[in-house]
């Protein structure tokens, strides 16, 4: 008979993101930071390569790649409200850690379970940062798909490339429940 573990079970039927921009300070100092980034870091990884990586950004680096972002939306032609919105996360952001996707050779996992890997992390150090007592969300936006904005802004490698953006700070606000899926609408049952 399997040992249940009722207290986690609940928290991940119940955890709710908090939208960035309500996330304030204080935020996780690095030696906050380090249990949640060992958390992440226990995720699937199929033949072990660690195929990701983290870039925690305070303050001061958040402040720089809005600036980045802004530039990058102004050479792409995007709209006015489009680099509002590709910066903000930025502007608005006390903590970031970046989970930064890193595509090994290998024969034996092909690339997209690399990728899945990547999104098991973001998702585990979310989870722990909530599981903690912080508020978070995970982002993305169009300066995360930009090689422009990954090369200038972080120097990242061609094989690498932005999986996630994972704000964490202080919750400022409880936000309202949001529709879930209906599980019995989504769920196929295959027996003999």
């Not at 709209?79 to 952001?93: C, L, N, V, W």
Request: charged content about 20%; proline content about 8%.
């Amino acid at each position: 008979m399997p040992i249940a573990n009722p207290d986690a079970l609940n928290f991940l039927q119940t955890r709710r993101s908090r939208p960035s921009k309500t996330l304030g300070l204080p935020v996780p100092d690095r030696a906050a930071l380090m249990p949640l980034l060992t958390a992440a870091a226990r995720t699937p990884d199929h033949g072990k390569l660690e195929p990701w990586r983290f870039i925690v950004l305070e303050r001061g680096a958040l402040q720089t790649l809005a600036e980045v972002a802004g530039q990058r939306g102004k050479e792409l032609g995007l709209a006015p409200e489009q680099i509002t919105k590709g910066r903000s996360q930025f502007d608005d952001g006390q903590l970031a850690v970046l989970v930064i996707e890193v595509q090994r050779p290998s024969e034996k996992v092909p690339a997209i379970e690399q990728t899945y890997s990547a999104g098991a992390v973001c998702l585990s150090l979310l989870n722990a940062a909530l599981a903690s007592g912080w508020g978070a969300n995970w982002l993305s936006g169009w300066p995360s798909h930009d090689r422009g904005f990954m090369r200038d802004g972080l120097g990242l490698e061609d094989h690498e490339r932005i999986a996630g953006i994972i704000h964490i700070g202080t919750e400022t606000s409880t936000p309202p429940e949001r529709p879930r899926p209906e599980i019995e609408s989504i769920t196929t049952w295959l027996s003999d």
